[in-house]
């Protein structure tokens, strides 16, 4: 295990020192000088070369890849040019909106992506089976954003029940705060919630098809035991990948549904900053949710290989 | 073999033959819906029932009627053309993008395949990488670059969509090198690359082209959600991104506008998953051999 853990840890290393070139790269690639784009053109000389002297833009380029680094290693991301504050705790703060939205986003998906799924095995070629396959279909078709626009029509337009955007702070309640966040979490709980059913389905089926169980039944093991005791566990190796990387992707794929709820997330905030022209903060919220997807995909590897020890032994 | 076996092993043959491309469901309704949507992409272009972009204010915000099917927006535009001309959009970013990622990801997964080794290490890590930026994060890099347009978002999309393709590409390469024939073309001396494009590519090419129509809807989807930031196609040119992020100014007055243009994007996305599941059960020779027993 340890082996296996050192290797997974040194392809993190790898990836994070990758993706950081990569983004580097790209925003060095913006034509023109990056001060007179942030400042724009009325900008004095003297305020462009403070800027320039102040994001390290004078410098030979590995000098600026190297101070960038050392700040993000060190747990300073620099200063944003437009909120004049740090920008390490502007993402915290932001962070504050997009992690439980997320973690909301998944509750709702698990819950009714998983019952989907046992359902569906359990009721294989029949009527319900086809109902739920149906319906899981088109929640993978439906923009996440477009459900929400309807369910705020719905419950917040028609209705009056739920708050139609914006959100209220956690210090006025966390009951105001999570309903606020209540609609763009079952927006994209839902659409993870069809994946969930459909994959959730295929692996209980494959279970199910296997020796351990056709024995569990002749034993006289009660279905009920042999479905959750036996058949859900072992399903829920590859589901957990599943569940994983949608929370991954979920970090990182907020941006439009915190939009349309006007929420001021991390996504909403990388949004905001093309339109100021902040091009610090663009490049290190770029960087942190990349690095958070990278994570996210590493824990799921460790976690996987811990719940089914053949994956180490590969 | 007596004539009777032969034409029991003739029919057996037959049978399995008539059963190793089979149409299903999936993909008779994934055709239809896609070619419905290609169709009206197509008619746009030289026909729709009013002017997608001239304004009529005095029939603003009009239901569905007789004249407008699908009613008017806020400047009296015929929704139904709007949608029409915007379904060009949805098809070019599909297109390009999947182009994009199909032609590169492919071309680095068989690199990658082939060459084995420390290239192979480099390749997949550069797709490890890659698999970190999702559509639309990647997108705000290449707008910061390059600025809001339907261009960013077509590379940035085609970008986001390459590892899938690569991962595929690079596997089936793996597991067909594997083969005696391989093998023994490349004892006989064959060039490597032409082992690859005659040997490997039609072994791999139905998995892509499943992959390709996956990848087709999931563009739809991200530059829906690119044009409804604005960081995609830029007015006055109709996108349905863009026609749902009006409506939802407006939904308090005309509830029409916030359905139609999701509706639209929905069903198209709809149409390219089954097409795709079509596709794979009519190619993948697990689920034939499958359905055979």
Request: hydrophobic share 50%; net charge positive; charged share 15%.
């Amino acid at each position: 295990m340890h082996k296996f853990l050192l290797r997974r840890l040194f392809m993190l290393l790898i990836s994070l020192f990758l993706i950081s070139i990569m983004i580097f790269a790209v925003m060095r690639a913006i034509p023109g000088d990056p001060a007179q784009i942030i400042l724009g053109t009325d900008a004095t000389p003297e305020a462009l070369e403070v800027l320039r002297e102040r994001l390290h833009l004078n410098g030979p380029i590995y000098v600026q890849y190297a101070k960038w680094m050392g700040g993000v290693l060190t747990g300073n991301l620099g200063v944003s040019v437009r909120y004049e504050e740090s920008i390490g705790r502007l993402i915290v703060s932001r962070l504050s909106v997009t992690a439980p939205l997320a973690v909301m986003a998944m509750i709702f998906a698990v819950s009714l992506g998983i019952p989907a799924a046992v359902f569906s095995a359990t009721h294989r070629n029949r009527l319900g089976d086809y109902t739920v396959m149906t319906l899981s279909q088109i929640g993978l078709a439906v923009p996440a954003f477009w459900l929400g626009i309807l369910l705020m029509l719905l419950f917040s337009v028609k209705l009056r029940w739920l708050p139609a955007g914006g959100f209220s702070p956690w210090s006025d309640g966390a009951l105001k705060s999570l309903r606020s966040l209540l609609l763009p979490a079952f927006s994209l709980g839902v659409i993870c919630a069809a994946s969930i059913a459909r994959l959730g389905r295929s692996a209980l089926l494959n279970v199910l098809g296997q020796d351990y169980i056709r024995t569990a039944y002749s034993k006289g093991v009660s279905g009920r035991v042999v479905l959750y005791k036996h058949a859900l566990r072992n399903a829920f190796i590859p589901l957990s990948t599943v569940i994983g990387m949608q929370f991954a992707a979920l970090l990182a794929g907020t941006i439009v549904i915190e939009s349309v709820f006007y929420l001021p997330g991390l996504g909403r905030f990388a949004f905001m900053a093309i339109g100021m022209r902040d091009l610090p903060v663009i490049q290190d919220i770029v960087l942190f949710i990349a690095a958070l997807v990278v994570m996210m995909n590493f824990l799921v590897d460790v976690s996987y290989a811990l719940l089914d020890p053949r994956i180490r032994l590969e | 073999m007596t004539p009777i076996r032969n034409r029991r092993a003739q029919e057996t043959h037959r049978k399995r033959s008539s059963r190793s491309h089979r149409i299903t469901g999936n993909l008779v309704a994934g055709t239809i819906i896609t070619g419905i949507v290609v169709l009206t992409s197509i008619v746009s272009f030289f026909y729709t029932p009013h002017s997608p972009i001239k304004m009529d204010i005095a029939n603003r915000f009009e239901g569905p009627s007789a004249v407008h099917p699908l009613g008017t927006d806020q400047y009296g535009r015929d929704v139904l053309s709007r949608i029409m001309l915007g379904s060009q959009n949805s098809l070019l970013v599909g297109v390009v993008a999947v182009s994009v990622a199909f032609g590169l990801g492919t071309l680095l997964g068989v690199w990658s395949g082939m060459g084995g080794g420390w290239l192979d290490e480099v390749i997949m890590r550069w797709m490890d990488v890659l698999y970190a930026f999702p559509a639309v994060l990647n997108a705000i890099l290449f707008v910061t670059v390059m600025g809001p347009g339907i261009s960013s978002g077509m590379i940035a999309i085609g970008i986001a969509s390459m590892p899938g393709f690569a991962r595929l590409a690079r596997g089936g390469v793996l597991s067909v090198l594997q083969e005696d024939y391989i093998q023994a073309s490349i004892a006989i001396g064959r060039s490597k690359w032409g082992i690859a494009w005659k040997h490997i590519l039609p072994n791999i090419i139905s998995t892509l082209i499943v992959q390709a129509t996956i990848s087709f809807a999931g563009a739809i989807l991200a530059e829906a959600g690119l044009s409804y930031l604005g960081l995609g196609t830029q007015p006055p040119f109709p996108s349905w991104g863009r026609m749902l992020r009006e409506a939802q100014t407006y939904m308090g007055i005309d509830v029409w506008l916030a359905i139609f243009p999701g509706a639209a994007i929905a069903i198209f996305v709809l149409g390219l998953y089954l097409l795709g599941d079509g596709v794979r059960e009519a190619t993948d020779p697990r689920l034939i051999e499958s359905r055979m027993k």
